[in-house]
């Protein structure tokens, strides 16, 4: 009887990165139920808004400056997100560690404004349904951004201990900016429904 061949991996990677990750995989999942989370509050903002004679009732429409002021510091942050991820592919250690510091800082930019945000509303939270799907609708985003942030943080610093020139960890990286990129592109409908629909 023939012996087979054994078959040598142990030259193979330890982890993947990217499609070849089940974490990329993971990722894509959470974004994937996270964002049909998103399109219901949307869905609940149009069919409370098609009930109501007038959009939003008794509220004037939202003030601009604190919503825009947050979107343009989000499309900003895009470029540094996109640059980690590029780095993190290259295991360019120095520069994915300077990236993810300042990809901290603008995970904590957006927390700031998101402060003046709800007062920018003109309506609380229990004071109709309006109030409740525009706060609902912050307060989902925000816990986007802050669980981001704090992957974030917990990256910088794997980044800069003795595990931070690790595949997984550049791995990791990436599907962070994944994250981040999306959490960008969910708030882009978000904004238009709560900032420029009452305007219309």
Not at 6 to 22: C, E, F, Q, R
Not at 119 to 138: F, K, N, R
């Amino acid at each position: 009887m023939k012996e087979r061949p054994v078959l040598d991996v142990s030259k193979l990677p330890l982890h993947g990165m990217g499609t070849a990750s089940p974490a990329w995989w993971g990722t894509c999942t959470f974004m994937l139920i996270e964002g049909s989370a998103f399109g219901l509050a949307i869905a609940v903002y149009f069919y409370l808004m098609s009930l109501a004679p007038h959009w939003p009732p008794d509220a004037p429409p939202p003030d601009l400056f604190a919503g825009t002021g947050l979107t343009v510091l989000l499309l900003a942050s895009v470029v540094p997100n996109v640059l980690v991820s590029r780095w993190a592919q290259q295991r360019k250690l120095r520069r994915v560690r300077i990236g993810l510091i300042v990809m901290a800082l603008c995970g904590i930019a957006p927390l700031a404004l998101r402060i003046f945000e709800f007062p920018a509303q003109h309506v609380s939270w229990d004071e109709s349904a309006y109030g409740s799907i525009v706060w609902t609708i912050l307060g989902l985003h925000t816990v986007h951004i802050i669980t981001d942030l704090i992957d974030t943080l917990v990256l910088t610093c794997l980044m800069f201990s003795r595990h931070g020139d690790n595949t997984r960890r550049y791995g990791d990286v990436e599907d962070n900016a994944l994250y981040w990129n999306f959490v960008v592109i969910a708030w882009l409908p978000l904004y238009a429904c709560i900032y420029w629909v009452p305007r219309l």
